[in-house]
């Protein structure tokens, strides 16, 4: 999408009045003619062009380009993984899971899933009966590595590799029992879900933003979120809460709705994952701000690029992740510890925008989102890492 300016996003003096026929003009319908000086609309230089230009980028498929040399995967057959996934229920990671699951079964290496439901207490313990079960290398996704540390320090003693996925950002200093990492681009995913908001408020947006404290990854996104609308938009106003991963569903509305009531100012959220949408919408609907709280979230799973595509909900935007990439790339660095290859730095999946400006490009199937059709193309995961393993 083009954006010349963000008012061309937006047009009036206040977005909480404009409600939805402005959530209508996203896409640049409105007239070019200059604001009203009588009116309260922003000055034409509220948005950077950096801004625009940033959210212009990320608005177009992309293709992984931060690729790992071929190795030999010839001795990795019959090979067993274990898996330890920080909330089984978790759409994202149980996405992530499926699609590396697929992965590896090409280089005949099978993978057994061990549930850490949202306490590193059990975590550690999924760790400890992959030790027991003789697993090949173990994969804890989700949790801070040093949430399992004994645990971890244990399979290393035992001989066996232990990697993380989805819950540092991989740019961050690793644990010494930490033998490769990889991660969705936490900071930058923070830092479109505010461009976005800046552009589309013009600079004038009142934000709620909502970590998950429990997944460290959470904080990463959220330090990108803030410093980013500080830099891009001094005018804008953060307020940051946090609902642990298992209490999304008890409470992730209850705070949405004190929170609106505490400051009816509020024009967007900004939930730093799409699933917990399902709890956060309908608590901005029962408010009665339906139509004039935006939420603009993360992920890019298929139920809530569904509900985005319809354009009636709150969501107006969501940062969407390749997750058949991300469960690839993770595949592709046990691979590489097993062999003895070197792991690959800074081993992030691509990140792309979504709005209404580009939803209506999408097939949204579950083959299209499972086959990387919405970033790189369909099949194009597949046949790079197919074409980097050789046996």
């Known amino acids: 999408m083009t954006r010349s300016h963000a008012v061309s996003r937006r047009t009036g003096s206040s977005v909480v009045a404009l409600g939805v026929a402005a959530a209508l003009l996203l896409s640049g319908c409105s007239t070019d003619a200059p604001a009203d000086p009588g009116t309260d609309a922003p000055a034409a230089d509220a948005v950077s062009q950096e801004v625009l230009d940033k959210l212009a980028s990320y608005e177009a498929a992309s293709a992984l380009d931060n690729v790992g040399e071929a190795f030999d995967v010839s001795s990795v057959e019959g090979k067993t993984v274990w898996w330890v996934i920080q909330e089984g229920a978790n759409p994202f990671l149980a996405t992530v899971m499926a699609h590396a699951e697929e992965a590896l079964a090409e280089v005949g290496v099978k993978l057994v899933t061990c549930d850490g439901k949202s ?8 760790i400890t009966q992959g030790i027991a079960q003789g697993a090949a290398a173990i994969q804890v996704d989700g949790p801070d590595p040093e949430t399992v540390a004994n645990a971890a320090q244990a399979a290393v003693d035992a001989g066996i ?6 819950g540092i950002d991989a740019s ?6 930490i033998a490769g990492v990889t991660s969705q681009p936490y900071v930058l995913t923070g830092e479109l879900a505010a461009d976005w908001i800046i552009a589309d408020s013009d600079g004038a947006a009142n934000v709620l933003f909502i970590t998950t404290p429990d997944v460290s990854g959470s904080g990463f996104q959220a330090q990108g979120f803030k410093d980013e609308m500080a830099k891009y938009c001094p005018d804008c106003t ?3 809460q946090g609902v642990t991963l298992g209490n999304w569903a008890s409470d992730l509305g209850s705070t949405v709705s004190a929170a609106l009531a505490k400051d009816p100012t509020i024009n967007y959220i900004a ?5 917990m949408t ?3 919408n309908p608590a901005i609907q029962q408010a009665g701000r339906g139509e004039d709280v935006q939420v603009v979230t993360v992920n890019g799973n298929l ?5 985005l595509a319809t354009g009636t909900g709150p969501t107006k935007a969501l940062v969407g992740l390749d997750l058949n990439l ?5 595949a592709d660095q046990i691979l590489r510890v097993l062999t003895d290859t070197p792991p690959v730095s800074d081993y992030y999946t691509v990140a792309r925008v979504f709005d209404e400006d580009n939803i209506g490009e999408l097939d949204l199937t579950a083959e299209a989102f499972g086959d990387s059709s919405w970033y790189g193309g369909a099949g194009s995961t597949a046949e790079l890492f197919t074409s980097l393993w050789l046996k």
């Open 278 to 280: 399902q709890f956060i």
């Open 271 to 275: 939930p730093v994952f799409d699933p």
């Open 119 to 126: 306490n590193p207490v059990d975590a550690n313990n999924c």
């Open 303 to 307: 139920p809530f690029m569904q509900e």
């Open 161 to 166: 590799p232990v990697l993380t996925g989805s």
């Open 172 to 177: 961050q200093p690793m644990p010494d029992f």
């Open 326 to 330: 991300l469960g690839w790339i993770e």
């Open 238 to 240: 953060v307020t940051e």
